[in-house]
């Protein structure tokens, strides 16, 4: 496939891995991928195995998913089970517990819950039924938003007034401040959030090796981006360098995407504080709809509980998020906490470490070397 | 974790390793077990031939019907008759949306879906039922239509339609139609297809491009906004099974990979022959078009639902028999070798990348593609 294949050449992807290994000097080195997507891609191709053993990654809290706290989840469901509403949300969302149940339980029970691709499709949908309520679900980084934010301009200038948004958009900059200021962690340098990136830019990031002396390399999604940005931060450690690069040149510019940012600016203003699963609040880091779209806000439109529920008890999310511990280290992970039936959010998504450590990553390395050699076709 | 942890400590690493072993094996084991009902209510989660359709299965169907040619729960059961012959039994239930999409029609894969599963256990498909659940309303020349599908897909496969029923639910209570079929064929006295004789060594083969059903029905929907030329492969697998036997006479095993795709059927055969399955992605058939909506749509095709591919277990030296005989027939032009059966990692299937890394490829907890059989 053109534009894809050129990304995941293994003969590039040897030089890489050889070229890491010889720049690193063995010296042990814990990058994070702050972004879900890389935690897909890195386990999806295989990566981690085939890293020099020096070379350890953590996975950190950028899954919009693995993020949104159960009292929101049973927001959305009361949101979902009021009479005449059309409940509309990402199917990462359907599986996603709340304190007793999921939305795809509640469709179930015989709520009117419907998967979409974009919020567009969920003002179609409004457009389509107007004598019903229809909520869109709104969740993700600065990725999603501006989606959000278009929908939400092109309700207004329709007048759809039987449209609104439960918005749980997050941003990327306070949880990563939150983990660099977190004191049982200990990493040698970020791979930066890549489509999050297409839309703030690299600017944002100056602050990682400023104040705390961390390098940060914003990267692509395909395996060889990841190799790369891997390449690029031994680079500048053994350089002794520290500073923001830029792996992923062919989507983001330094200033990002200046319109997108400037719709975000109309639609959304920040919440005072957020929650984040297992993160707990983080000031200044949820959105919520400005006033000039606040008759669309599904948060005061209706009666919304509100209630916080703690983080069941055996799961250890946040530290998962915050990349203390890995997937397996988790009391939980692969029994009570298995794809089918998940007690934490990162089991759910496909981005979420766990759930991808669980459905692709399942094995040792020495385990994976042996299966790697090669099967005979005759 | 401390630091020491990080630091290149050496006994503290295996200290790790082992700890890490000790986890993956603990959740091994828990995986092999059949997975539980936890649900109170049917979702859609429970069609999807998944981990939780396996768990609705168990503890509602085999509870209740539990017999000798059941427990095997394979696409069909083999029914040995006094005279010794032995039929392979098997039925299905099409209720995709929309009834018609590239490639064929409702008709078409409820004859398919069905004469397809009796091939798969060695047999020659030879009678089959319908019966039609009409929902007040549809248009007669509409089902004039779709039995004129069903007729044609039965003239391909070399059966008869021998009995049938007809219902009629109130609007709303149904889709359009659904239709409901059981097929019946004889199994060739040297025929014997069975999990159990999969060895380590054996290769895997595929009869062609993978994922082309699933992407055609979700692409018709026109839910995506993404337009591909990609139809469905709906076909009768009767005669390829035939040509396979008479090239490959030594085939151990037989799949057609419909839902859950050709990952699903894999991790079936690995957990009942307690194998691992290593695929090679590289080898992978699947259209350009295909990859590309699956790229776009973040699924894998290996888990898309194809309605006229088989996957075959063969010995080593059958291999390149096998593939030859199935690229000698019209409907596997593009069959390749895509894997091989060996010991371990037990009950696994994994797949070596084109990258050059692996991963695991477990079943799926739910369908990313609902309804579209």
Known sequence: ?378 | MSEAAAAPDEPEKDFRKSEEEAVLERIERFRRNRPRLRDDFINSAHGAGGKASAALIDAVFVKAFANEALAPLTDGAVLTLPSGERLAFSTDSSVVNPIRFPGGSIGHLAVHGTVNDVAMMGAVPAWVSAAFVLEDGFPVAELRSIVADMREAAANAGVQVVTGDTKVVNKGSADGLYICTAGVGVIPADVHLDARSVRPGDRVLVSGTIGDHGVAVMLARGELGIEADIESDTAPLGGLVSALLAGAPGTRWLRDPTRGGVATVCNELARDADLAIILDEVSLPVRPAVNGACEILGIDPLYVANEGKLVAVVPPEQAEAAVVALRSHPLGGDAAVIGEVRDDPPGMVVINTGFGGNRVVDMLAGDPLPRIC
């Open chain 1, 1 to 378: 496939m053109r534009f894809v294949d050129e990304y995941r050449d293994p003969a590039a992807a040897r030089r890489a891995v050889e070229e890491i290994g010889i720049v690193s000097g063995g010296e042990h080195r814990k990058f994070m991928e702050v972004c879900g997507g890389h935690t897909h891609t890195i386990y999806k191709h295989g990566i981690e195995n085939v890293l020099p053993e020096n070379i350890e990654l953590v996975h950190g809290p950028g899954c919009p998913v693995c993020v949104i706290p159960m009292g929101r989840v049973d927001d959305a469901i009361n949101l979902a089970e009021q009479p005449g509403v059309i409940f509309t949300s990402f199917g990462d969302m359907m599986r996603v517990p709340g304190s007793t149940s999921n939305l795809l339980e509640a469709k179930a029970r015989g709520a009117d819950v419907r998967m979409v691709y974009s919020p567009l499709d969920a003002l179609r949908i409004a457009q389509a039924n107007p004598d019903r309520q229809v909520v869109f679900f709104a969740i993700g980084f600065e990725t999603t938003a501006p989606s959000t934010a278009i929908t939400l301009v092109k309700a207004k200038e329709a007048g759809v007034t039987n449209f609104s948004v439960f918005c749980n958009h997050v941003t990327i900059v306070p949880p990563l401040k939150a983990i660099l200021e977190s004191p049982d962690l200990r990493l040698d340098g970020f791979i930066g959030p890549g489509h999050v990136s297409t839309v703030i830019g690299n600017r944002p990031y100056r602050f990682v090796p400023a104040q705390y002396g961390k390098p940060l390399v914003t990267a692509g999604f395909e395996p060889l981006d990841i190799l790369q940005s891997i390449l690029m931060l031994v680079h500048q450690l053994r350089d002794g360098r520290c500073e923001v690069e830029n792996q992923y040149t062919r989507a983001v510019r330094d200033e990002g995407n200046v319109r997108a940012l400037q719709i975000l600016g109309e639609v959304f203003e920040l919440r005072p504080h957020f929650e984040w699963r297992g993160l707990g609040f983080i000031s200044h880091s949820g959105l919520k709809l400005s006033e000039a779209f606040a008759d669309w806000d599904a948060e005061l439109r209706f009666h919304v509980p509100g209630v916080r529920v703690a983080d069941p008890k055996a799961c250890q999310c946040g530290e998962v998020l915050k990349g203390v511990i890995k997937p397996w280290e988790c009391k939980v992970f692969g029994t009570a906490c298995t794809p089918e039936t998940p007690i934490g959010t990162c089991m759910v998504s496909s981005e979420g470490a766990c759930a991808a450590y669980y459905n692709y990553g399942r094995f040792t390395r020495d385990a994976a070397a042996s299966a790697r050699i090669p099967v005979r076709s005759a």
